[in-house]
């Protein structure tokens, strides 16, 4: 039975309060990075800020030492992009989404129309048996397959490999305070452990779970998955349904709480990339009409009553730079700065840093 719809406010603080945006939790960074399925993990620093701004009293060893003990890694995933994941939340998602990559890479990239007459299988049990043997970054592999392949572009061999193959990136790359190569090894390698089953079911649960209700669009534009209409409408027995004010039909999993419209939201400062800007195709739920959806490379955003009012950046300067989208109440001027100073004391491992927080419409170009 579809229910009444649901406004967007609704929408907004449902999302919040599934990932831990209403207010922070005392919980183990591997349970909230299982409970909002993986995280973006492009910029290396950002699932540090992701989960700051979710669990109460988060440190970055509390991170940090799960991935030195391989029990988190950093890995292609979701829409073919870097994601964070445990260990065991690893073994399941990457062959869920193996279908996902080889379209990416055959039918969303240039390398797939260079490797025309290859024979794939055969490139790729070599490039796992010399990535298992040391990691290697993408320049380091493409010489080591150019050379069993002279014929064929050996940077698209490479990427061959890291789309196509379960390959984790591995540390010290993506530990707080360090940095490395960005070289790959095999999943199965680093981890001792074989691949699980393929479980798409499991994932859209979890999807709905973390992120809904939502639709199938929705879904399709957050997991890289196609025929998500089909696969919402098998498991529809199981769910419930809504509508949004649009008359969109809306899924969710039968357990799932929604939170009131009119529920307080804090300030919170996202990442660059973060689950609550990617999850949906439609991101009205938590970016306003006419506000842009991105916010530069390099920016992260500010929610300001749960939707994004402000961009923010983090310099070397030790300054914390917020740019609001329009003009700020005094009390919400405040809100902002509390929250910016905790998260530049944060960024700087408690050294002194500053908040500055431009006019509106003063923003850099």
């Known amino acids: 039975m579809t229910r009444a719809a649901l406004d967007v406010r609704t929408l ?5 309060d599934r990932q831990l ?47 030195q003990g391989r029990r988190a890694v950093r890995m292609t995933l979701l829409r073919g992009t870097l994601h964070l994941a445990t260990d065991r939340d690893a073994l399941v998602l990457r062959p869920t989404l193996a279908p996902v990559m080889e379209r990416l890479m055959y039918k969303g990239s240039p390398f797939g129309r260079q490797l025309e007459g290859v024979d794939t299988r055969a490139v790729l049990r070599e490039a796992a048996t010399l990535l298992g043997e040391q990691p290697r970054t993408r320049a380091q592999l493409a010489p080591l397959l150019g050379e069993r392949w002279p014929d064929h572009d050996a940077t698209a061999l490479a990427y061959a490999a890291t789309y196509l193959l379960p390959l984790v990136q591995v540390t010290p790359r993506g530990i707080w305070g360090r940095s490395g190569p960005s070289a790959f090894t095999t999943l199965g390698s680093w981890l001792g452990r074989p691949l699980g089953a393929p479980d798409v079911d499991g994932l859209v649960r979890r999807y709905l779970t973390a992120f809904g209700p939502a639709s199938a669009a929705d879904l399709a534009s957050w997991s890289g998955l ?15 349904t809504f509508r949004d004010e649009r008359g969109r039909e809306l899924f969710d999993v039968d357990d799932g709480r929604l939170r009131a419209a009119d529920t307080p939201a804090p300030v919170r400062f996202l990442p660059e ?51 609001p989208f329009a003009k700020l109440t005094r009390t919400t001027h405040r809100e902002i700065a509390d929250e910016g100073s905790r998260l530049a004391s944060f960024l700087t491992d408690g050294a002194s840093a500053d908040v500055q ?7 850099s170009p």
């Open 226 to 240: 196609t025929a998500t209409g089909e696969l919402l409408e098998r498991l529809k027995p199981e769910l419930r």
């Open 273 to 323: 990339y973060d689950n609550v800007l990617l999850a949906h195709a439609d991101r009205s739920r938590v970016v306003p009409e006419g506000m842009p959806q991105w916010t530069g490379i390099g920016w992260g955003s500010v929610l300001v009553d749960g939707f994004v009012g402000a961009r923010w950046r983090f310099g070397k300067d030790a300054v914390v730079r917020v740019e």
């Open 12 to 16: 907004n603080r449902t999302l919040l």
């Open 21 to 67: 945006l209403l207010r922070r939790r005392g919980a183990d960074a591997l349970a909230v990075i299982e409970r909002l399925v993986c995280m973006q993990a492009q910029v290396p620093r950002d699932p540090y800020v992701g989960l700051w701004c979710r669990i109460k009293g988060f440190a970055p060893r509390n991170l940090a030492v799960p991935m």
């Open 357 to 363: 927080i431009v006019p509106a419409g003063a923003a």
